[in-house]
């Protein structure tokens, strides 16, 4: 009997002490909070260079990684019945600019017949006036002198025509210039179009057809991205966006990089939330040491948010709650509140209600007690 009762009484005491909450303090050390962030390294001004027409790939003039300039062809897409509309475009435009020319055949003999008509009504104009002085004078008979103003007067009528037809030749030859002009530009255009070429400079990241494969109008055929600069494109949840300004310092690691840890700075925070994850995106960029130069590669970072050296810090899973923590006092539990202030994921600031000396219990917190 004596011994079931000792024995109760040392299980009893070992079930007790298992239950003995662990004893923590108050302690000094920096304290850093940061919000966490995931995204992926992207080249500043990314965008997608897109093929105008249907047709054939015909050559490929750059390969993946490669540098181009602005206006630099990328891409050639056959285009046989393009360039023979330009051809006759072309034609017909010279065409027009030939008989507005010093050399234009038409305009020549127009001017031509311009000219005699002058002449001639300088001529029938001397005669008339000639013959009028003469019956003036009572000299001549009335048959010449209405005879010369017949002629005078159809000399006139027959300048005026000559040079109302040159107006109008002029007139419908510039009209006919102007049009071929509008059809040669749009000919060339049409052409242009056939000619895929990049409209910044910058590192060709990605194709995405070869020579011989079609390609349709509107249909992506390459990435490209600026080459001096590259952007890390981050995701921070809503509950966190509040937290971020831009110029803070921000931590970051590559799936390509292994461990290596590289520094940036917060460039950017886009006001509109992605519905689908419910995050925000955030923009930076690398410091200094940058990470090879690929694209698209997964990171994972911390955006610092505060930093305060020598803090008065308690382990964060000591809280119960988020402002309470359990103290033994009198040898007795006793929860008291705190007031807090940067919180990591392991530790917490206490601001007030329990310092250095208060020895706080360690015990999960199941409910109010």
């Known amino acids: 009997m004596t011994a079931r009762i000792y024995m109760l009484m040392v299980l009893g005491y070992i ?7 662990q004893q923590v303090h108050v302690l000094q050390k920096d304290i850093i909070e940061t919000v966490y962030a995931s995204g992926k390294i992207v080249p500043d001004n990314e965008y997608n260079l897109f093929a105008f027409n249907n047709g054939t790939i015909l050559k490929k003039l750059v390969k993946d990684g490669d540098r181009v300039g602005k206006g630099q062809i990328l891409y050639v897409v056959r285009n046989e019945p393009v360039a023979a509309k330009y051809q006759a475009a072309l034609a017909g435009y010279r065409n027009t600019e030939l008989n507005l020319s010093d050399r234009s ?13 002058g002449l001639k009504l300088k001529n029938d104009s001397l005669t008339y006036h000639r013959w009028k002085n003469l019956w003036d004078q009572g000299i001549g008979t009335r048959s010449n002198l209405d005879n010369s103003f017949t002629a005078y007067q159809l000399s006139v009528n027959q300048q005026k025509s000559a040079a109302e037809k040159y107006t109008s030749a002029l007139h419908d030859m510039q009209v006919s210039s102007s049009n071929a002009r509008s059809l040669l530009q749009a000919a060339r255009k049409e052409l242009d179009d056939h000619f895929i070429r990049s409209d910044r400079a910058g590192i060709v990241y990605q194709t995405f057809r070869e020579a011989g494969e079609g390609v349709h109008a509107n249909e992506i055929v390459a990435l490209i991205g600026d080459s001096g600069r590259r952007i890390i494109r981050l995701s921070v949840d809503q509950e966190d966006i509040d937290k971020i300004r831009t ?27 992605n519905e689908s994850d419910q995050t925000f995106r955030v923009d930076a960029v690398f410091v200094q040491q940058l990470p090879p130069a690929f694209i698209h590669c997964s990171v994972e970072a911390n955006i610092i948010i505060a930093v305060k ?7 964060r899973e000591a809280l119960a709650g988020e402002d ?11 929860k008291v509140s705190v007031r807090t202030g940067i919180a990591t994921l392991d530790y917490v600031e206490i601001l007030a209600g329990i310092d250095a000396r208060t020895p706080v219990l360690l015990k999960k917190e199941t409910g109010s007690r």
């Open 324 to 334: 309470s923590v359990w103290i033994l006092a009198n040898g007795k539990e006793k």
């Open 15 to 21: 079930t007790f002490s298992c239950k003995k909450a």
């Open 247 to 273: 110029g803070q310092r921000v931590v970051l690691k590559t799936d390509l990089s292994g461990d290596k840890v590289y520094e940036a700075t917060v460039t950017h925070i886009y006001p509109t939330m």
């Open 309 to 315: 050296p020598q803090a008065n810090v308690l382990q």
């Open 105 to 117: 055949p038409l305009l020549h003999d127009l001017q031509l017949a311009l000219q005699s008509a």
